[in-house]
Structures are given as structure tokens and as C-alpha cells.
């Protein structure tokens, strides 16, 4: 009976000690939401949050409105800006709105006041997206944005304008220009975590002027990763995309809400049996994080 009593309190203390370390996980890092992530979750179309939608009118100032998607489930939530490119319409970048949120993100997919507008322009909506949500959308919505951890995004003119609007925002948490599109250069200044999405057969933004000269002029010091899809066009954002939804999910986890659970896929295991060189032509990063 001794015996037997010494394993019973011995498997109460392992209990015990394996209950106060996940209380302790979740005490370091409040932000962390929903179950382990896989490669099978972060593949699919759609993550483990059920979301709701909500129109944004044109008539709003800063920016021409857009569609706000938010998990369904009550709770604080990391924001994110998305803006098209050059001629395009929120329309052309839904799928990866949608998709973040999923994985309990509140997203808004933006229209530009013109869709001509250049990237200074499309930096200055962006932000002005974010204090819409933060300060002036539904009382639904505004219960679940968390206005200390906000992101921008984008494709094309819209990835220039992500570049910029982290370039001036350096409180943002993190930035990911897709196929970005810019006159300038250099952002050396840049301070939020940044992955740029580089396509190799961009005929629009070629990588060679674009999306690598951007990542290269990226401070060496800043968390920061460039992926460059295999084969892929300058329209590659446009249209549901593993790679990009897997990477930018995984990016935002990590940047926006402190989950180093998401570390394997960006530079990790993970991330090393996914990466072959029939999905990415060139990966670079800042790896580890």
C-alpha cells in the first residue's frame, strides 16, 4: 500500500507541476490563441476561428471603405490593415483577409480612395484603416481589436504602401508587402518585423528592383524574411495561395502576437521540410527570432 501510495502522490505532483507550467505559459503570453499549429491547419483555406463580416462604407474618411472580418468568439485580438494594388480593388486581396482571420486576427480589407493612388498614399490609408477600427467601427468589432497591437499589409502599390506605413508607424507589429510595388528603394529606417513575398517571374515589380532591394535595405538587426515564390506571377496575391497564407499567418502569430509556437514554420522544421525549391526560389531571413 505504500507503494502504491508514493506513485499516487508522485503522479499528483507530475500533474500538478505540468498544470502550474501551462498556467505559466499562458501568464508570460496572454496573446497566444487557439490550438498548436500544424502544417495540415495552416495549409487549409481556412483557419480554427469561425469569423463574421461587416461592410465599411465609402463615404468614410481617410480611406474607401472596405470589409472588416473578426473572429465570431468574444475576446482581444491583434488588428490588420490590408490594401490592394495599382487599379485593383479590396476584392483582389479577400481571400488572405479572410484567411488571417481565421487564425484570430481582426482584418480589414480596404478600397483605395482612387485606384490609382501610389504607395505614399496607400501607407497614409492604411493607417487611417486602423484608427477606423480601433476607433470608430461597431461596438462589436471595436471589443475585439487591440489597439497596442496593430499590423499593415499588402499587394503590389499596396506592399510599397506597407513598406512606408511601417517605415513612419514603428509601433506596428509587423508588416507584409506581397509583390510590393515602389519608386523608393531604401527603408533602413524600418523597425516592425517585416517579410516581403517576392514572386520570381514578377514582370510588374521584377525582384531584382523590387522585392529584394527592399529586403536587403531592411536594417540587418530587424526580424525580417523574404520568400520568393517559384514560378509565381506579380499576381500571385491575388488568388487563394498556400505559401503566402501559410507564411503570413505564421508571421503575424509570431510578430503579432508573441506565439513562438509558429517559430518551426518561418524558420524551424517546419518550415525547412515545407520550403523546397519547388515553392521558394529564394528564402532569406533573420532566423532565429
Known amino acids: 500500500m505504500k507503494t502504491i501510495d508514493r506513485w499516487q502522490r508522485r503522479c499528483a505532483v507530475g500533474l500538478g507541476l505540468l498544470l502550474l507550467a501551462a498556467a505559466a505559459q499562458a501568464q508570460t503570453n496572454p496573446f497566444q490563441k487557439g490550438p498548436d499549429p500544424t502544417s495540415a491547419i495552416l495549409n487549409a483555406t481556412a483557419g480554427p476561428f469561425a469569423v463574421a463580416t461587416a461592410s465599411v462604407s465609402s463615404a468614410v474618411s481617410g480611406f474607401g471603405g472596405g470589409t472588416i472580418y473578426y473572429p465570431t468568439t468574444a475576446g482581444s485580438y491583434a488588428t490588420i490593415a490590408i490594401c490592394p494594388g495599382f ?26 480612395n482612387s485606384t490609382f493612388d501610389q504607395p505614399p498614399s496607400r501607407a497614409t490609408q492604411l493607417m487611417a484603416a486602423l484608427r477606423y477600427l480601433t476607433n470608430s467601427s461597431s461596438s462589436t468589432v471595436r471589443s475585439r ?38 519608386s523608393t528603394k531604401s527603408f533602413s529606417t524600418v523597425r516592425v518585423p517585416t517579410i516581403v513575398i517576392g514572386a520570381e517571374n514578377d514582370s510588374v515589380a521584377p525582384v531584382s528592383s523590387h522585392s529584394i532591394p527592399f529586403y536587403t535595405s531592411l536594417p540587418v538587426s530587424l526580424d525580417k524574411a523574404y520568400a520568393e515564390l517559384n514560378g509565381a506571377s506579380h499576381f500571385a496575391p491575388n488568388s487563394t495561395n498556400t505559401p503566402i497564407g501559410r507564411y503570413a499567418v505564421s508571421w503575424a502569430k509570431r510578430f503579432m502576437d508573441n506565439d513562438t509556437r509558429y517559430d518551426t514554420f518561418l524558420c524551424g522544421s517546419a518550415h525547412t521540410a515545407f520550403a523546397t525549391p519547388t515553392v521558394f526560389s529564394d528564402y532569406r ?3 532565429p527570432y
Open 87 to 112: 487599379t485593383a480593388t479590396q476584392s483582389s486581396i479577400a481571400w488572405i483577409g479572410r484567411r488571417l482571420a481565421t487564425h484570430g486576427f481582426v482584418v480589414m480589407t480596404i478600397n483605395t
Open 145 to 182: 481589436v487591440d489597439a497596442n497591437r496593430l499590423g499593415v499589409a499588402g499587394h503590389s502599390m499596396g506592399g510599397g504602401g506597407t513598406l512606408m506605413a511601417s517605415r513612419d508607424n514603428p509601433t506596428l507589429k509587423a508588416g507584409i508587402p506581397m509583390t510590393p510595388w515602389s
Open 285 to 287: 531571413s533573420t532566423c
